[in-house]
């Protein structure tokens, strides 16, 4: 089915109030378009689905994907606080960031690639990640990249939503996608990790917070090396002192730079037939791009490859080279 196919469904669905139908081609639509290596429109689509199903009532969207009404508590638990369940097929090549946060994920996929000659060392394992950094640095392109290179399983779980969703209860939720994510050996991927810290935002006894923080210190303490925690803030400041010396691995991701840009360019007309000649206008137009997300310069990009498309009278007529006006001026109209 095409992406276009796919919108048609959704907007049908959505005008008849199906929530079941429209949450499935949703997520159709989100798979297709990893498969089809649009991984910022998919990660987007993901993130506008789980701002929707965090704002609804229990008798929402939230409780469409279960696959019957009478399930055993675990189940309903995962159904509703993990966010995705799935597979990825992208590398490090996909990637794009400073060379020594390159350098230690290498590293880190190495030492699950040689998990059982480590362990006949009795060396241990790295498998907790933390990434930090603002919006758009590409905290959940790289936790795709670590599940693809690693042929692994990954859950995603907004931990806003589990903390948010029963406070009371946000313990005995985490315990249960732990237990469940470590029977399989896959991958946990906690989104808006310094949600922990929110917690002294209610008007509820601190004690929450401790038994909260002292659950996860738990899981962490005996998670199987086999499984994987990845954990991302935009708000490192947030986070418990205790937590964050769990981590092996704690990598800082930054917006790109103009050597950034230049590769996330190059990597974006890699597989297009377009090419851009004018280094003179490139160079101006990358100046521009300084400090905005890699969303941003691959979302004007691709506008900018389309515009060019429809630029000209005839689709025969069509030569691959990038319109460099069209796309300086869409950056400048839509600037972040």
Same mark, same amino acid.
């Given at each position: 089915?095409?992406?276009?196919?796919?919108?048609?469904?959704?907007?049908?669905?959505?005008?008849e109030?199906?929530?079941?139908?429209?949450?499935?081609?949703?997520?159709?639509?989100?798979?297709?378009?990893?498969?089809?290596?649009?991984?910022?429109?998919?990660?987007?689509?993901?993130s506008?689905?789980?701002?929707?199903?965090?704002?609804?009532?229990?008798?929402g969207?939230?409780k #469409?994907?279960?696959?019957?009404?009478?399930?055993?508590?675990?189940?309903?638990?995962i159904?509703?606080?993990?966010?995705?369940?799935?597979?990825s097929? $992208?590398?490090?090549?996909?990637?794009?960031?400073?060379?020594?946060?390159?350098?230690?994920?290498?590293?880190?996929?190495?030492?699950?690639?040689?998990?059982?000659?480590?362990?006949?060392?009795?060396?241990?394992?790295? +498998?907790? #990640?933390?990434? $930090?950094?603002?919006?758009?640095?590409?905290?959940?392109?790289?936790?795709y990249?670590l599940?693809?290179?690693?042929?692994?399983?990954?859950?995603?779980?907004?931990?806003?939503?589990?903390?948010?969703?029963?406070?009371?209860?946000?313990?005995?939720?985490?315990?249960?996608?732990?237990?469940?994510?470590?029977?399989?050996?896959?991958?946990?991927?906690?989104?808006?990790?310094?949600?922990?810290?929110?917690?002294?935002?209610?008007?509820?006894?601190?004690?929450?917070?401790?038994?909260?923080?002292?659950?996860?210190?738990?899981?962490?303490?005996?998670?199987?090396?086999?499984?994987?925690?990845?954990?991302?803030? +935009?708000?490192?400041?947030?986070?418990?002192?205790?937590?964050?010396?769990?981590?092996?691995?704690?990598?800082?991701?930054?917006?790109?730079?103009?050597?950034?840009?230049?590769?996330?360019?190059?990597? #974006?007309?890699?597989?297009?037939?377009?090419?851009?000649?004018?280094?003179?206008?490139?160079?101006?137009?990358?100046?521009?791009?300084?400090g905005?997300?890699?969303?941003?310069?691959?979302?004007?990009?691709?506008?900018?490859?389309?515009?060019?498309?429809? +630029?000209?009278?005839?689709?025969?007529?069509?030569?691959?080279?990038?319109?460099?006006?069209?796309?300086?001026?869409?950056?400048?109209?839509?600037?972040?």
């Amino acid at each position: 089915m095409t992406q276009s196919a796919y919108i048609k469904e959704i907007v049908k669905y959505g005008l008849e109030n199906d929530q079941e139908k429209l949450l499935a081609v949703l997520n159709q639509l989100i798979e297709h378009s990893r498969k089809s290596k649009r991984i910022n429109f998919a990660l987007q689509l993901q993130s506008i689905l789980k701002e929707g199903l965090r704002h609804q009532e229990t008798k929402g969207l939230s409780k #469409v994907g279960s696959r019957k009404f009478f399930l055993k508590q675990e189940e309903k638990i995962i159904d509703e606080l993990v966010i995705d369940k799935l597979t990825s097929d $992208y590398t490090i090549q996909n990637l794009i960031c400073k060379n020594d946060v390159k350098d230690e994920l290498e590293f880190f996929i190495k030492e699950h690639n040689s998990i059982n000659v480590l362990q006949e060392f009795m060396l241990p394992v790295s +498998n907790k #990640v933390l990434f $930090y950094g603002p919006s758009g640095c590409g905290k959940t392109l790289a936790s795709y990249v670590l599940a693809g290179e690693l042929e692994k399983m990954m859950y995603v779980i907004n931990l806003g939503a589990v903390v948010s969703s029963k406070l009371g209860e946000t313990s005995k939720n985490i315990s249960t996608i732990f237990k469940k994510a470590a029977t399989e050996d896959s991958i946990i991927f906690l989104d808006e990790f310094d949600s922990l810290g929110k917690i002294r935002d209610y008007n509820q006894d601190h004690g929450e917070m401790k038994r909260v923080v002292n659950t996860i210190l738990q899981l962490f303490d005996y998670l199987p090396q086999e499984t994987i925690v990845i954990a991302a803030t +935009n708000q490192l400041g947030m986070i418990d002192e205790a937590l964050l010396r769990r981590f092996d691995l704690k990598l800082q991701l930054d917006l790109p730079g103009k050597k950034e840009i230049r590769k996330l360019i190059n990597l #974006v007309l890699k597989d297009t037939p377009f090419k851009i000649s004018n280094r003179t206008q490139l160079t101006k137009i990358v100046g521009l791009l300084d400090g905005q997300s890699y969303y941003f310069v691959q979302k004007t990009l691709i506008n900018a490859i389309k515009r060019t498309i429809f +630029n000209f009278d005839e689709v025969g007529q069509v030569t691959p080279e990038v319109d460099l006006n069209i796309w300086e001026k869409l950056i400048k109209s839509t600037k972040e």
